[in-house]
T-cell receptor
Framework: AQRVTQPEKLLSVFKGAPVELKCNYS??????LFWYVQYSRQRLQLLLR??SRESIKGFTADLNKGETSFHLKKPFAQEEDSAMYYC???????????FGTGTRLQVFP | GAGVSQSPRYKVAKRGQDVALRCDPI?????LFWYQQALGQGPEFLTY????????KSGLPSDRFFAERPEGSVSTLKIQRTQQEDSAVYLC??????????????FGPGTRLTVL
């Protein structure tokens, strides 16, 4: 079965602390993995995708096929990082996205 | 430029009523997707169009749900005889659908449907 699991509903950290938002997936084949973010009162938007191997707003995510994980990391959290984060996957040959249930990140000053 | 727009932003319906939700994709985007997001959940895929062709409707929860995109641009998601379990945010997304890779999907603000 195709599934994305985000075990944490809420993650609270202080400004400057490291952040890791966990994502595990189940997919038979080679999926593409994404992180989407939704800031307060804004629409859902792409943060990063594994295939581009970019660092966006200081966030990185490495695809670990052995552990079927795609955790999102940032070494020093900022207050403006507070948002809802969704991990998602898409299978090769199909564009539809399968989302996890999301993790709310709260960064306190 | 203008992003994906959806209307209405909020809709309250009585159980049993029919509703129609509209999505205006980014101009020139070939692919259009509908997702349903229940409270506290991630978005769930409903259906997908490439131009006017509905290529995947595997996510539609019942035959009360119907989507169309007759001219390959604007799309309408129709829900007949609404039930309380239909209450959710309905998201529309569009993408250029370049051939090489899964293309970035740009999301609209969503329509929040409440069925009383």
């Amino acid at each position: 079965a195709q599934r994305v699991t985000q075990p944490e509903k809420l993650l609270s950290v202080f400004k400057g602390a490291p952040v890791e938002l966990k994502c595990n997936y189940s997919y038979s084949g080679s999926p593409e993995l994404f992180w989407y973010v939704q800031y307060s009162r804004q629409r859902l938007q792409l943060l990063l995708r594994h295939i581009s191997r970019e660092s966006i707003k200081g966030f990185t995510a490495d695809l670990n096929k052995g552990e079927t994980s795609f955790h999102l990391k940032k070494p020093f959290a900022q207050e403006e990082d507070s948002a809802m984060y969704y991990c998602a996957l898409s299978g090769r040959g199909t564009d539809k996205l399968i989302f996890g249930t999301g993790t709310r990140l709260q960064v306190f000053p | 430029g203008a992003g994906v727009s959806q209307s209405p932003r909020y809709k309250v319906a009585k159980r049993g009523q029919d509703v129609a939700l509209r999505c205006d994709p980014i101009s020139g985007h070939v692919s259009l997707f509908w997702y349903q997001q229940a409270l506290g959940q991630g978005p769930e895929f409903l259906t997908y169009f490439q131009n006017e062709a509905q290529l995947d409707k595997s996510g539609l929860p019942s035959d009360r749900f119907f989507a169309e995109r007759p001219e390959g641009s604007v799309s309408t998601l129709k829900i007949q005889r609404t039930q309380q379990e239909d209450s959710a945010v309905y998201l529309c997304a569009s993408s250029l659908a370049l051939l090489a890779l899964t293309d970035t999907q740009y999301f609209g603000p969503g329509t929040r449907l409440t069925v009383l």
